[in-house]
């Protein structure tokens, strides 16, 4: 009896290891079909790039089509979170107070909330800040940094007309020429689409404190891209408006403080109390960095550009948006909670921003 117990256990364990060793080759066989595939796709594309930056973004479109059709959903503004989604809401209506506290400063104009990345130029364009007068009290233009983030055409016209150039224009020089919003060029190099910021200031920001940019890894660079633009940054007035990323301290709120103090620096000179104002911009990178995904090695497009898998192809989604979006693709990858829990974890967070006396 002990014999042949002993002799069913040989077979199942047989048996077992026939099925681990043919599961292991289906998923082998699946990462080879799907590594040939992406192989293939950059082997043979039928759109040849001659050029690091292409600036219209529609002829990425017949290679790489699941992340061109993505891209093209920025235009939807239909997400709604708690207190933010797509839409374009204006901010000094919700909160009025900004039109005193911003007095002096372009933004006490119009200030509305962003919507997705393809609507960046037409934004921009219609905006008060760009048509009426600048910073204390010019009558002319905002100058034409104020381009630097919003589409491919910014580094194409910085190569032809030189970095300077591009920065000490007047914003209106330069609006015939953007015509395509933010886009692959701006996070890609053409021709062999590696992850690649197309801004200057950000390797300028690395190099000042002897860093290279060029030698960060995949990961890093999947948060870099985003960090050429959503960052803090000032102009340098006396430089021709020089795009400036004040990192020389360190990432943090006091880093940038103390950097700003050390050159004297100020955005503008409040009308009623005649005090020299210091404006954060947007800086998403410098604020993720403090906080634990960023610690955990988590990048910008783990969250809001997450994968997605469509048989044996796995491609991000440039459909750029609130991780709250897809928890399912986003959250739940590490966190086990159901959805609406973490999307309550969330909200919790941000009520404690929103009510806070400090805001």
């Given amino acids: 009896m002990a014999k042949q117990l002993k002799k069913w256990q040989g077979w199942l364990l047989f048996a077992g290891a026939m099925v681990a060793v043919f599961l292991l080759g289906l998923i082998c066989s699946s990462l080879l079909e799907r590594r040939a595939e992406v192989a293939?796709?950059?082997?043979?594309?039928?759109?040849?790039?001659?050029?690091?930056?292409?600036?219209?973004?529609?002829?990425?479109?017949?290679?790489?089509?699941?992340?061109?059709?993505?891209?093209?959903?920025?235009e939807d503004t239909t997400f709604k979170s708690l207190y933010n989604g797509s839409q374009e809401k204006d901010v000094l209506e919700m909160c009025p107070e900004i039109v005193i506290i911003w007095d002096g400063y372009a933004f006490s104009r119009e200030y509305n909330t962003p919507r997705g990345h393809r609507h960046c130029i037409e934004d921009l364009r219609k905006i008060l800040r760009t048509g009426s007068p600048g910073v204390d009290g010019q009558t002319d233009m905002q100058p034409g940094t104020c381009w630097t983030c919003k589409g491919p055409d910014v580094p194409r016209l910085m190569r032809e007309k030189g970095t300077n150039a591009f920065y000490a224009a007047k914003w209106s020089d330069w609006g015939d020429q953007m015509m395509n919003s933010v886009g692959c060029s701006d996070c890609h190099d053409a021709r062999t689409m590696e992850l690649r910021p197309a801004r200057p200031a950000l390797y300028e920001a690395?190099?000042?404190?002897g860093k290279d940019v060029r030698k960060a890894s995949h990961q890093e660079m999947r948060s870099l891209v985003c960090a050429q633009c959503h960052t803090e940054y000032y102009f340098e007035k006396e430089n021709g408006n020089y795009l400036h990323f004040p990192q020389e301290k360190g990432l943090t709120c006091e880093a940038a403080e103390q950097y700003y103090d050390s050159i004297g620096f100020y955005d503008y000179i409040h009308p009623l109390s005649k005090t020299k104002i210091l404006k954060a911009q947007h800086p998403g990178y410098e604020m993720s960095l403090q906080g634990i995904h960023a610690q955990r090695g988590v990048s910008c497009a783990d969250c809001h550009m997450p994968y997605i898998s469509e048989g044996g192809v796995k491609y991000t989604d440039h459909h750029i948006m609130s991780p709250l979006a897809h928890i399912d693709r986003t959250?739940?990858?590490?966190?086990?909670?159901?959805a609406e829990t973490l999307r309550q974890n969330v909200y919790e967070r941000q009520k404690k921003v929103i009510t806070s006396p400090f805001v």
């Fill in 331 to 338: 959250c739940q990858t590490c966190h086990r909670q159901d």
């Fill in 206 to 209: 690395w190099a000042r404190v």
């Fill in 40 to 74: 293939s796709v950059f082997n043979n594309r039928r759109v040849q790039m001659n050029d690091s930056i292409v600036a219209q973004n529609e002829k990425f479109a017949e290679d790489f089509p699941r992340e061109y059709q993505t891209w093209a959903m920025t």
